[in-house]
């Protein structure tokens, strides 16, 4: 296996020694790393492909209460935080927590009934996330979607066995960028931040991984290799299926209880 290369516009090295110096997405290089005991996933187009009816059910959302606001511009702004700021974001004013949680919950219910008869995960996570699990990882997923969509997931995934540990945008805790939520995943699952690394479609979410003091892997479903490049990054790929045949895995060295 090429060290810094997954296959074509997807890269990685190896957590267990430095990046080279530069990276296909033009990433920074990344000093020799700890140990890896938890990997942690957001849900919305790195578990799930599902960023296209997110954007849908925004479009109808903003018809419904009559917002102008561009639809690449309300994608950019709310990514990755979680309902309530999504709602003070869109309406351009303070609105309680009651308001903006029955608000969410509208635009939410519309997500789900358009991408339920189409439901469909990211290539290769179900069988990522098990090998995973087999390797002696913990699994752990960071969202900033409700309980009832990560019910609507998980539901629809089927996985094997479930996560770890999930904390969810409806928690009380600060959206991506802010490292909150992935910080408490780690705790849930027992590991150090250092210890975890974060699987991210958004630029948000690959911030927040930073912020929290974790590697990422950047999953370009929504995004391009450079739009969510850092110094932590040490891996990009199109999907799950581009990890797997690369032996990502496979580099890790696990850390043992």
């Given at each position: 296996?090429?060290?810094?290369?997954?296959?074509?516009?997807?890269?990685?090295?190896?957590?267990?020694?430095?990046?080279?110096?530069?990276?296909?997405?033009?990433?920074?290089?990344?000093?020799?790393?700890?140990?890896?005991?938890?990997?942690?996933?957001?849900?919305?187009?790195?578990?799930?492909?599902?960023?296209?009816?997110?954007?849908?059910?925004?479009?109808?959302?903003?018809?419904?209460?009559?917002?102008?606001?561009?639809?690449?511009?309300?994608?950019?702004?709310?990514?990755?935080?979680?309902?309530?700021?999504?709602?003070?974001?869109?309406?351009?004013?303070?609105?309680?927590?009651?308001?903006?949680?029955?608000?969410?919950?509208?635009?939410?219910?519309?997500?789900?009934?358009?991408?339920?008869?189409?439901?469909?995960?990211?290539?290769?996570?179900?069988?990522?996330?098990?090998?995973?699990?087999?390797?002696?990882?913990?699994?752990?997923?960071?969202?900033?979607?409700?309980?009832?969509?990560?019910?609507?997931?998980?539901?629809?995934?089927?996985?094997?066995?479930?996560?770890?540990?999930?904390?969810?945008?409806?928690?009380?805790?600060?959206g991506k960028p802010a490292p909150a939520i992935f910080l408490e995943v780690a705790s849930r699952l027992g590991h150090a931040a250092e210890s975890c690394i974060v699987f991210e479609d958004a630029p948000l979410g690959i911030e927040a991984a930073r912020?929290?003091?974790?590697?990422?892997?950047?999953?370009?479903?929504?995004?391009?290799?450079?739009?969510?490049?850092?110094?932590?990054?040490?891996?990009?790929?199109?999907?799950?299926?581009?990890?797997?045949?690369?032996?990502?895995?496979?580099?890790?060295?696990?850390?043992?209880?």
């Amino acid at each position: 296996m090429n060290d810094t290369q997954l296959s074509a516009g997807a890269g990685v090295s190896p957590p267990g020694r430095p990046k080279a110096k530069c990276a296909p997405s033009g990433g920074s290089a990344v000093h020799a790393v700890t140990s890896v005991g938890a990997l942690i996933f957001d849900m919305d187009g790195t578990m799930v492909d599902s960023m296209p009816w997110h954007a849908k059910s925004w479009v109808e959302f903003m018809q419904r209460h009559g917002i102008q606001m561009e639809l690449s511009e309300v994608m950019r702004r709310t990514n990755g935080r979680n309902g309530a700021e999504c709602m003070r974001i869109l309406f351009e004013r303070e609105l309680d927590d009651t308001q903006a949680w029955a608000l969410i919950a509208e635009k939410e219910a519309i997500y789900r009934e358009i991408f339920s008869p189409i439901f469909t995960e990211v290539a290769g996570f179900r069988a990522f996330a098990q090998a995973a699990r087999d390797q002696g990882l913990k699994v752990g997923v960071g969202t900033a979607g409700d309980r009832h969509n990560v019910a609507f997931v998980l539901q629809h995934l089927q996985l094997p066995a479930p996560p770890h540990a999930i904390v969810g945008g409806d928690e009380g805790l600060p959206g991506k960028p802010a490292p909150a939520i992935f910080l408490e995943v780690a705790s849930r699952l027992g590991h150090a931040a250092e210890s975890c690394i974060v699987f991210e479609d958004a630029p948000l979410g690959i911030e927040a991984a930073r912020r929290a003091g974790m590697r990422a892997v950047a999953i370009c479903t929504s995004h391009s290799a450079a739009e969510l490049d850092g110094p932590h990054v040490i891996a990009n790929a199109r999907n799950f299926d581009e990890l797997i045949e690369n032996h990502f895995l496979e580099t890790l060295h696990v850390a043992t209880a």
